[in-house]
């Protein structure tokens, strides 16, 4: 021990000099700068974690189930204050990952979810006038020409930008989406360094989430998010295919008032997450639900492009029962011929056919041809988060998310073999986070339904299960005949 010791002294002197000339000529430049200071807060997390994931392994082995569940909790426990103070000021995609990464917080203990749950939060936002300034410089005139009125306090900061409410010349209430200064340079800096996110993202214990997969889905639809101008086009798409329908409601984009880091939108009131759980009756939260549910597999399904971020920041409730859907800066659009890979697995599974089901899971790309499970175990597992779709009824809880979050991340359960076989295609894995994180805002609003029967509304084209199910047939009906009527000249 005392030989390794005196050896490190000068290896570890050596380094120090070398990483020491080195970073001179790297922190040169104030973009490597960046990308350095980010990367490193990354890596420290990552090492941090990584020891006590080691150390949790050692500990374990001599130690019986109550101390194993004892030692289990107090790391989850700790990972979740650490990953939450270390990332929840770092905006940009590693902010953003963080937020994926959150979506955890059912499966885990009291403490961890409240520290997780930071991440969610709104972050520090920036000066007033670093907004103000951006403002100006995006759409070339003085604010006070620009609108009669600006809030100069935001009313949401995230992981890109914030949001000011506003009044139009004409007077009109709107809200502004504001990009902080700079926030394009540390995306950059993070999407060039895929290894820091690849690593962040393996080293929560996660074993079973192909870290790769998330990083690279995540890579792609982050790049998007930086032009404004491109959520714009996404929400005046989902805007205008909603318009005037019964319960979903999508603002209008102010175009005008929109360019590459601005984005101006009509303004909506409405309660926001927390305080529709804190006010609402137990049938609003149940419409809630179904409206939620309905918005996501209709885009998934029949619209074949859908929001992949089901925030609870992300909705407002208004009384009348219908809810508007915010942001639309990470959407995914399905490529021809990715929903038809899935579709037969889905429909094995729903069958509860499990050779079906694992011969269309190879078929897909999500397992390797000589995998060598047997198919009762496949099923058996990957039709955990679809259990709400297996029976004809059923009540989405909190702890029921939790524990089949659970099962699915238990690399040393029944399941270790299936979980370390399957290999999840990067093209699948934003659907993957809307069926976690949809069904994690379910749990927490107690929703219960005909599920299954809703779901097949939208995959097989069958009849209203719901009164909701029945506005939005006549909806569909209407719409069709006004297009109708208005392709024929009005006939």
């Known amino acids: 021990m005392a030989l390794r010791k005196t050896m490190a002294v000068p290896l570890v002197a050596a380094a120090t000099a070398v990483g020491a000339a080195g970073a001179a000529a790297f922190l ?10 980010r990367s490193a ?23 019986g189930d109550e101390e194993r569940a004892r030692l289990e909790e107090r790391f989850a426990i700790r990972t979740a204050e650490d ?16 937020q994926m990464i959150s979506f955890i917080a059912d499966g885990l203990p009291p403490d ?26 995006e759409l070339g005139e003085r604010l006070s020409r620009l609108f009669l009125d600006w809030d100069p306090t935001p009313v949401a900061a995230a992981s890109i930008g914030q949001v000011h409410r506003a009044v139009m010349p004409d007077g009109r209430l709107v809200a502004v989406k504001v990009q902080y200064p700079g926030v394009d340079r540390a995306i950059r800096s993070d999407l060039d360094n895929a290894e820091v996110l690849y690593r ?8 079973s989430l192909d870290a790769r997969a ?7 639809r982050m790049g998007d998010e930086l032009d404004y101008r491109l959520e714009a086009r996404c929400q005046a798409e989902f805007a205008a295919r909603y318009r005037g329908h019964p319960f979903i409601h999508v603002p209008d984009v102010v175009p005008e008032r929109s360019t590459r880091r601005v984005l101006t939108s009509e303004w909506v009131d409405g309660r926001r997450w927390d305080e529709f759980l804190a ?3 137990l049938g609003e939260r149940q419409r809630a639900g179904e409206v939620l549910f309905r918005f996501a597999q209709g885009s998934v399904h029949r619209h074949r492009v859908f929001n992949g971020d089901p925030h609870p920041g992300n909705y407002r409730f208004h009384s009348d029962g219908s809810v508007t859907f915010l942001d639309f800066g990470l959407v995914k659009r399905w490529r021809p011929g990715e929903l038809e890979q899935l579709t037969p697995v889905l429909d094995a599974l729903l069958e509860g056919d499990a050779e079906g089901t694992t011969h269309n899971l190879v078929g897909a790309g999500f397992l390797a041809a000589d995998h060598g499970l047997d198919p009762a175990d496949v099923w058996r597992y990957v039709s955990g988060p679809y259990e709400p779709y297996l029976h004809e009824e059923f009540t989405f809880t909190r702890e029921w998310t939790g524990q089949a979050l659970a099962r ?5 359960g029944p399941s270790g073999d299936v979980v370390r076989s399957l290999d999840m295609p990067s093209s699948f894995v934003i659907l993957d986070r809307v069926v976690w994180g949809v069904s994690a805002l379910l749990g927490r609003l107690e929703a219960r339904a005909r599920w299954r029967a809703i779901l097949a509304e939208y995959r097989k084209g069958a009849p209203p299960a719901t009164p909701l199910g029945e506005e939005v047939a006549r909806w569909l009906e209407a719409r069709a005949a006004g297009e109708g009527a208005t392709a024929g000249g009005g006939r």
């Open 279 to 281: 006010t609402s009756s």
């Open 200 to 207: 962040m993202f393996s080293s929560f214990a996660l074993k």
């Open 112 to 137: 961890a979810k409240a520290a997780l749950a930071t991440l969610q939060a709104d972050v520090e936002p920036m000066a007033p006038s670093l907004a103000e300034k951006v403002v100006e410089d």
């Open 214 to 220: 998330v990083v690279d889905e995540l890579r792609a």
């Open 83 to 98: 990953v939450a103070r270390e990332l929840g000021n770092m905006k940009g995609v590693i902010m953003k990952a963080g």
């Open 28 to 37: 040169s430049d104030a973009d490597r700068r960046l990308h350095l200071t």
């Open 41 to 63: 807060r990354v890596w420290r997390l990552t090492a941090r974690r990584g020891l006590s994931w080691g150390m949790l392994k050692v500990r374990r082995r001599g130690a």
């Open 408 to 412: 699915a991340l238990d690399v040393s």
